[in-house]
C-alpha cells in the first residue's frame, strides 16, 4: 500500500513538471492581450494556472529587462517572452529578484503543450530562408550572441521581412547553444 503511494506521489510530481506549454500563435510575432497593455510572444513557454471555459489562466515567468517591462527567457535577456505597457504589471518573485512573471487570460486555441508546433512557423521560414546557398547550418552549433552576428550578416543574402527575420532569429536563439528549448546531447 506505502509503495503505491509512494508511486501516486511521484506520478503527480512528474505531471506537475510536465506542465508547460507553448504559445501557439498561428500568424505573427507576438500577440497583444489586455486591450494592448500586455504583449506575448510566439513560442514563449507559459505555466496553466486554470481554465476558464474556453480561456486558460496562464503564467510567464522570465528575466525581467533594464526598462523594468519586459521579460526574457534567459538571463542573458536574449529571447523575449512578454512585454507589458507599465512595469508594475511585472510581479517580482521577492524584492530584489531579477526574475518576474506575470498572467494572462488566453483562448486555448493559443497554447499547445508541443514546443515543436508552437515554433513550427519559425522553423519552416529557417528552412525556406537559410537553406538555399547552404545546407542548413546546426542551430545548437552556436550560441545566442554568435548566432546575432551570424543572423546579422546572413540576413542581407536570406532577404528575409521584418517580420520573418524576427521569427528566424527567435527560433535561432531558442533553439541555440545556451537557448531554452535546446536538447541536451
Ligand atoms: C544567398 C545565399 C545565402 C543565403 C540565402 C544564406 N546564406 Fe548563410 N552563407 C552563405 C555563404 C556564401 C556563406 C559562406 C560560405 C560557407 O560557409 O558556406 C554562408 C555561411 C553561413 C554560416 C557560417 C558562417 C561562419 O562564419 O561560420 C552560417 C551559420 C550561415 N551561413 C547561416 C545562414 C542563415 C541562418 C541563413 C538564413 C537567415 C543563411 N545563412 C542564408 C550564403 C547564404
Request: glycine share 8%.
Given at each position: 500500500m506505502s509503495i503505491l503511494k509512494v508511486f501516486l506521489?511521484?506520478?503527480?510530481?512528474?505531471?506537475?513538471?510536465?506542465?508547460?506549454?507553448?504559445?501557439?500563435?498561428?500568424?505573427?510575432?507576438?500577440?497583444?492581450?489586455?486591450?494592448?497593455?500586455?504583449?506575448?510572444?510566439?513560442?514563449?513557454?507559459?505555466?496553466?494556472?486554470?481554465?476558464?471555459?474556453?480561456?486558460?489562466?496562464?503564467?510567464?515567468?522570465?528575466?525581467?529587462?533594464?526598462?523594468?517591462?519586459?521579460?526574457?527567457?534567459?538571463?542573458?535577456?536574449?529571447?523575449?517572452?512578454?512585454?507589458?505597457?507599465?512595469?508594475?504589471?511585472?510581479?517580482?518573485?521577492s524584492k530584489n529578484s531579477k526574475k518576474g512573471s506575470v498572467q494572462v487570460l488566453i483562448s486555448k486555441d493559443n497554447l499547445t503543450d508541443d514546443p515543436e508546433e508552437a515554433w513550427e512557423e519559425n522553423s519552416d521560414l529557417f528552412y525556406d530562408k537559410c537553406t538555399r546557398c547552404h545546407r542548413a547550418r546546426v542551430v545548437k552549433k552556436h550560441t545566442m550572441k554568435e548566432w546575432d552576428v551570424l543572423f546579422n550578416s546572413m540576413k542581407q543574402f536570406a532577404k528575409p521581412t521584418k517580420k520573418e527575420a524576427k521569427l528566424i532569429l527567435r527560433f535561432l536563439h531558442a533553439y541555440a547553444k545556451d537557448g531554452i528549448l535546446t536538447q541536451k546531447d
Open positions: 506521489a511521484c506520478a503527480v510530481t512528474f505531471s506537475l513538471a510536465q506542465a508547460t506549454s507553448y504559445l501557439y500563435l498561428d500568424n505573427g510575432v507576438k500577440l497583444d492581450v489586455k486591450k494592448g497593455d500586455i504583449s506575448i510572444y510566439n513560442g514563449s513557454p507559459v505555466e496553466k494556472i486554470s481554465k476558464k471555459g474556453k480561456k486558460v489562466l496562464v503564467k510567464i515567468s522570465g528575466y525581467i529587462g533594464k526598462d523594468g517591462k519586459t521579460l526574457y527567457a534567459t538571463p542573458n535577456r536574449e529571447l523575449i517572452l512578454a512585454s507589458v505597457k507599465k512595469a508594475n504589471m511585472i510581479k517580482k518573485d
